[in-house]
């Protein structure tokens, strides 16, 4: 190549070197941090907890701390219907503590949505979550998840008053037992929920049950749940469910010369007899979710 063809060639790289820069620049502030979420599974039940695992790695090459500043959450989602229709908080405030990140490093964060965003209707939901760092002033984005709400099938339901000497007293609680297939197993939900007011107290699985077996249901003297269902071969699930959906006690039984089963004492009390426990009873799950603060209309197969 000639000198002149370089000398009248140096313009129009002089022209294209800013755009590189500026590219290079916004290339490299992108990445100053990388943001994913991802959900365990791509189907949940109406009024189940669906937790979302937040990972945000710092590539900032420093020290950094992720906090709210003016009035602005440093974490956020964007949720809206498969037709695009945005999804509002249940609340306005979702303040997150302070998160520091050392450089390089990854860290998660678990998030339930179905106690921040109103996602118990049947159908599919897109989620991309956002972290806004102050130093820049900028917003970094996940990729778009998408989950579907559906419902599980009733095989069980039992309406009972709340007895006195317990928080609102008179008023009533229907238990259900719901299962639903995935493709690799089949689930056994409770539902705990007031239907004259809607409101959904409680929805979650107690694990996995084999499909020919019917679960067992019993209501103690304080009105409180007992299932005993069949987990895998010969083996037992039993659990206490509480009036506002509290998992009380969960424990396991292996199926020996004799079979579990629920038996009714004459005080009018529920316990497990046959088989030999496995775990001891313990407690997994000491409060149910706060949802009373959701719309109180239900799905309308649920009604």
């Known amino acids: 190549m000639s000198i002149a063809a370089i000398w009248i060639g140096l313009p129009k790289l002089r022209r294209a070197l800013p755009c590189a820069c500026i590219f290079l620049f916004t290339a490299v502030a992108e990445g100053q941090i990388q943001v994913d979420v991802k959900f365990k599974r791509l189907q949940y039940i109406a009024y189940e907890p669906v937790v979302a695992t937040i990972a945000i790695t710092n590539l900032a090459?420093?020290?950094?701390?992720?906090?709210?500043?003016?009035?602005?959450?440093?974490?956020?989602?964007?949720?809206?219907?498969?037709?695009g229709q945005p999804i509002s908080l249940l609340n306005s405030e979702n303040a997150q503590p302070p998160l520091k990140i050392e450089a390089g490093q990854r860290v998660t964060r678990q998030i339930d949505l179905a106690s921040l965003y109103p996602?118990?209707?049947?159908?599919?939901?897109h989620v991309r979550t956002h972290v806004y760092f102050t130093d820049l002033g900028k917003f970094f984005y996940s990729g778009t998840r998408v989950?579907?709400?559906?419902?599980a099938r009733p095989i069980w339901q039992q309406t009972v008053g709340i007895p006195t000497g317990v928080p609102a007293p008179g008023d009533a609680r229907t238990y259900s037992l719901l299962t639903n297939r995935f493709p690799d197993h089949t689930s056994l939900y409770v539902r705990v929920q007031d239907k004259d007011t809607g409101i959904v107290y409680a929805t979650y699985s107690l694990g996995r049950s084999i499909a020919f077996e019917q679960p067992q249901a019993e209501i103690d003297r304080a009105n409180q749940l007992h299932v005993l269902h069949c987990a895998a071969p010969r083996a037992w699930s039993y659990s206490r469910i509480g009036l506002n959906g509290e998992l009380l006690t969960h424990s396991s039984f292996m199926e020996t010369k004799t079979r579990p089963r629920l038996v009714h004492s004459a005080n009018g009390e529920v316990a497990v007899r046959g088989g030999v426990i496995e775990t001891p009873a313990q407690s997994s799950r000491s409060t149910a979710p706060k949802l009373s603060a959701r719309p109180p209309d239900l799905p309308k197969d649920n009604q």
């Open 61 to 83: 090459g420093r020290d950094i701390e992720l906090h709210d500043a003016d009035a602005q959450s440093w974490l956020g989602f964007e949720v809206t219907r498969s037709e």
């Open 147 to 151: 989950f579907e709400v559906t419902d």
């Open 119 to 125: 996602v118990h209707d049947f159908g599919a939901y």
